[in-house]
């Protein structure tokens, strides 16, 4: 029950922090979900991407 207070009057008694508390949890999930899809792809794909072949077909001059 301590537990459950502290979070009350930490995030939700006040408007301006709850809403502040929301938006930052969205972006902060937004950021993670797209590096860990990024890195899914980029795993999966892997050896059919450009920046793995890129080597083989681009010479430095």
Do not use: C, H, P
Not at 32 to 52: L, P
């Amino acid at each position: 029950m301590a537990l459950a207070n502290t979070v009350y009057n930490t995030f939700f008694k006040r408007n301006s922090v709850f809403v502040t508390t929301i938006f930052a949890s969205a972006f902060t999930f937004g950021i993670g979900f797209d590096i860990a899809v990024t890195k899914f792809y980029d795993r999966w794909n892997q050896g059919k991407q450009w920046k793995d072949i890129r080597d083989k077909y681009v010479q430095e001059e």
